[in-house]
C-alpha cells in the first residue's frame, strides 16, 4: 500500500488495519431536529460564545437551510452535534462545510463568507475531537468537500448537452480555498464526498495536491462516490470500477460509496470497489435505507436495521471505514460500532506493513 508521507493522522492507516473505524452519521438529520426559525439561523436569540448579535439580522435573502452558516451563526448547535456523534463512539467527524463552497453559498448571495464558513466549522470540530480523543482512542476531523450543486461534465438543458454551468477552473479555485481554510483550522483529513460527477471531483482532487504542494501539508484523503440507481453507476456515467480508476492517482488512504440507496442496494457496488481497489482501505456510510417523509428522520431504517446491514459489509470483508449519511443519528451510529466492533477489517495489501511501522 503505497502511502504518501502524512503530516497528520500519521496514526489513522495503522488503525484502519487493526479494526474497523467509525464515521459519524447525518449532519442534516440532526441540524432538522433543532426546527431552527429563519431567524434563529441568522443567530438571533443566542448570546453564547461567539454570538453573531445582529450581524445577519438584515440580510436580504432568506437563509433558512444553509446549514454550514450555522457554525457562524449557531456554533451551539454545530458543537452539541459533533459531540453527539463522539458520545456515540464515532473515531473521524466530518465538519459541516458540505457545501461551503463559494459556488454552493452562491445560491445565498453568500460567497463571499465560504472561507470563513469553512474556518469555524473546523475549529467546532476540532475542539470537540480534542475533548473527546484519548490515548487510547484518538479522533479525527475530516474535513468535508461536497459536490457542489453544479456538474462538470453533464448538460444542464436537455436540448443543448453541450451545454455546462461551471468550468474545471472555477471548480479548482473553489475546492483550493475550501481546502486550505479546512486544513489552516485543524482538518486532519480530508474528505471528497457524495460525488456524483467524476470531473467534479478531480477538480478537488486537483486542488488539494496544488495545495499540499504549496503548503507542504499532506493529509489523508477519503474519495467517496454516490450510486444514484440500480444502473450501478454515478450521476455522471460511471460504473464504480471506471471511477475507481479515475481518482486512484490521488492515492487515497479509503475510497469507497456512501448516500444514495441505502445498505441494502449499495451491496453489490462495495462489493465491486472491494474487488478492484484491492490497494487501498474502503469506506462505506450509507442513507439509513430510502426516503420517507413520515419517518421522524425522514428515512426508513431503525438503528437496528442500519446496523445489521452493515455489520453483513463487515463480516464479508468488505470496509474499513463505517458510518451513516442522510437519516442517519447518533443511535445509528452506536449501533453500527457496536455491531462491526468484534468484526476484523478488510485486508489491504501492505497494510500489515504499516501497522507494524505504526
Not at 508521507?5 to 467509525?22: D, K, S, V
Not at 454545530?78 to 465538519?95: F, M, N, S, V
Not at 474519495?223 to 479515475?246: E, K
Not at 490521488?250 to 449499495?266: E, Q, T, W
Request: hydrophobic residues 40%.
Amino acid at each position: 500500500m503505497n502511502l504518501p508521507t502524512y503530516t497528520r493522522a500519521q496514526q489513522l492507516p495503522a488503525i484502519l488495519a487493526q479494526r474497523i473505524a467509525i464515521l459519524d452519521g447525518a449532519m442534516g438529520t440532526m441540524i432538522q431536529r433543532f426546527k431552527l426559525s429563519e431567524a434563529q439561523y441568522r443567530g438571533e436569540g443566542y448570546s453564547g460564545p461567539g454570538a453573531v448579535g445582529e450581524r445577519f439580522k438584515d440580510f436580504h435573502k432568506d437563509v433558512k437551510g444553509n446549514n454550514e452558516l450555522l457554525s457562524i451563526t449557531r456554533p451551539d448547535v454545530i458543537r452539541d452535534i459533533h459531540e453527539g456523534y463522539l458520545a456515540a463512539g464515532a473515531d473521524l467527524i466530518e465538519t459541516n462545510t458540505f457545501g461551503a463552497t463559494t459556488i454552493a453559498q452562491e445560491d445565498y448571495d453568500m460567497a463571499d463568507l465560504a472561507r470563513e464558513m469553512n474556518l469555524a466549522s473546523a475549529r467546532l470540530a476540532r475542539e470537540a475531537c480534542d475533548k473527546f480523543s484519548t490515548p487510547d482512542k484518538p479522533r479525527f476531523v475530516a474535513g468535508a468537500l461536497g459536490p457542489t450543486p453544479r456538474t462538470a461534465s453533464i448538460s444542464p438543458d436537455v436540448n443543448d448537452p453541450g451545454a455546462r454551468n461551471i468550468d474545471f477552473e472555477t471548480l479548482r479555485a473553489a475546492y483550493y480555498a475550501q481546502t486550505a481554510a479546512l486544513v489552516e483550522a485543524g482538518s486532519d483529513v480530508l474528505l471528497v464526498e457524495t460525488i456524483f460527477d467524476t470531473l467534479n471531483a478531480k477538480a478537488a482532487l486537483f486542488a488539494i495536491d496544488e495545495y499540499f504542494e504549496a503548503s507542504g501539508e499532506c493529509l489523508p484523503i477519503i474519495i467517496s462516490g454516490t450510486v444514484t440507481d440500480a444502473s450501478g453507476r454515478i450521476l455522471s456515467g460511471q460504473t464504480v470500477t471506471a471511477f475507481w480508476h479515475s481518482v486512484r492517482h490521488a492515492r487515497p488512504l479509503a475510497v469507497g460509496l456512501n448516500c444514495a440507496l441505502g445498505a441494502a442496494l449499495m451491496r453489490p457496488y462495495v462489493q465491486e470497489l472491494n474487488r478492484v481497489a484491492t490497494d487501498t482501505f474502503i469506506s462505506c456510510y450509507p442513507n439509513a435505507g430510502l426516503p420517507n417523509p413520515m419517518s421522524e428522520t425522514g428515512f426508513d431504517e431503525t438503528p437496528d436495521v442500519t446496523s445489521r446491514l452493515v455489520h453483513e459489509f463487515a463480516a464479508e470483508g468488505l470496509v474499513n471505514i463505517v458510518g451513516g449519511c442522510c437519516g442517519t443519528t447518533p443511535d445509528h451510529i452506536a449501533a453500527i460500532g457496536a455491531a462491526v466492533g468484534p468484526v476484523a477489517p478488510r485486508g489491504v495489501q501492505g497494510a500489515r506493513f504499516y501497522s507494524e511501522a505504526a
